[in-house]
């Protein structure tokens, strides 16, 4: 199976920038594509990002021009570069991985204040 560990996160100002790391190990030939999503209070979880194996990559509307995701392949990691942050960029971030079973990070809380 594939276990996934995030960093980063906290607490920003609006305008401002984080980086959110998700280092996957286990079997990790078997991950399709690896993202983050983000789920606000009473909100539904929503893609922010992903990127396949083969490089390509998804953005939600509300981040295209201002997150950037990208992936160490030599450390099996995945990077989520987020600039201009916005209030409404708030919200527990997840790592996932597509893989069987499809697995999740524990979750990251980022918060920007206006």
């Known amino acids: 199976q594939v276990q996934l560990v995030e960093s980063g996160g906290g607490l920003v100002q609006a305008g401002g920038s984080l980086r959110l790391s998700c280092a996957a190990s286990g079997s990790i030939f078997s991950i399709s594509r690896m993202g983050w999503y983000r789920q606000a209070p009473g909100e539904q979880r929503e893609l922010v990002a992903d990127?396949?194996?083969?490089?390509?990559?998804r953005y939600a509307d509300s981040v295209k021009g201002r997150f950037t995701i990208s992936r160490d392949n030599a450390k099996n990691t995945v990077y989520l570069q987020m600039n201009s942050l916005k209030p409404e960029d708030t919200a527990v971030y997840y790592c996932n991985a597509k893989t069987y079973p499809e697995r999740w990070g524990q979750g990251t809380l980022v918060t920007v204040s206006s």
């Open positions: 990127i396949s194996a083969g490089g390509g990559t």
